[in-house]
């Protein structure tokens, strides 16, 4: 079947290798469709987002890049939104005013109220960083933030209806068992509400690869069970490497298409101008 990857970073924001890197080695490994998704403007300091000067000339760059290479694949321009209550609720608006193709929303840093000024930070290549907010925004009480953080999510897909939510149970991979297990009645409720509220609005769900050959995570985001439920639910997926370097844009497609596959998903989501179903062969 065709390989394609809508999840994508590149010097523009927090990856290392340029679009055009990215694209050539996309075309070396066989993807027929590509999206661009650099991190969105963000309002505060940050290393890994989009600048605001930085915007016209990734539309343009990802623009040129089409043309240059439309006779070998199929490319598209995103950006992939942080949602974070009271600071950044406009992903949507923001997206059609730049005019993407389509548009990834997901949750990184966690408030718990909305006039909060600390956030919670959940991704991120440092577990210390997880544990250090845990503790100082929630008192290390995993129950709490962990509710925070999918009722962010929630509110994100109603407020926004964005097409793809990136990596929706991410809370899990500094986890690593330590405060919660996946099995535990609250956390599976969370995210069976979560899943819910994706099918209530059309939402994609991205299979992201990218903890497992990070060697982050055991599982991708988000993991088996889920996926299960997903398909319970008849909620549609997509398969995405959240690359960050120009290796990185084919990694474990074929193993996460393989995994579905087992587990009983006949179809995916990807992009050619509007989001089509591809069948799994």
Not at 24 to 30: D, H, N
Not at 66 to 75: A, H, N, Q, S
Not at 101 to 117: A, G, L, R, W
Not at 204 to 222: A, L, M
Request: charged residues 35%.
């Amino acid at each position: 079947m065709d390989k394609f990857n809508f999840h994508s970073h590149s010097t523009f924001c927090d990856g290392k290798s340029t679009l055009e890197e990215m694209v050539v080695s996309a075309i070396e490994k066989g993807l027929k469709y590509y999206g661009f998704s650099s991190h969105a403007c963000v309002p505060f300091e940050n290393h890994f987002a989009l600048k605001k000067d930085e915007i016209k000339d990734y539309l343009t760059q990802t623009h040129y890049l089409k043309e240059k290479y439309k006779d070998k694949i199929k490319l598209f321009t995103s950006m992939e939104f942080d949602y974070i209550t009271d600071i950044m609720e406009d992903n949507r608006k923001q997206a059609e005013e730049f005019g993407l193709d389509y548009f990834i929303s997901s949750v990184h840093e966690v408030k718990e109220h909305n006039d909060s000024k600390d956030m919670w930070f959940i991704d991120g290549h440092d577990s210390k960083i997880y544990d250090d907010g845990l503790r100082d925004i929630f008192d290390n009480d995993i129950k709490r933030g962990v509710t925070r953080f999918y009722l962010q999510e929630q509110e994100m897909i109603e407020k926004n209806r964005p097409d793809v939510i990136g990596h929706f149970d991410k809370i899990n991979m500094h986890n690593k068992n330590r405060y919660f297990n996946i099995n535990d009645a609250w956390y599976e409720e969370l995210v069976r509400s979560t899943i819910d509220v994706m099918k209530k609005y059309d939402t994609i769900c991205e299979i992201n690869t990218r903890g497992v050959y990070k060697h982050r995570s055991d599982d991708f985001f988000p993991n088996k069970k889920w996926i299960k439920i997903l398909l319970e639910k008849n909620v549609p997926i997509t398969i995405s490497t959240d690359c960050h370097k120009a290796d990185e844009v084919d990694l474990l497609f074929n193993q996460a298409i393989d995994i579905v596959k087992e587990i009983g998903v006949k179809e995916v989501m990807y992009f050619d101008n509007q989001w089509k179903k591809m069948q799994i062969v």
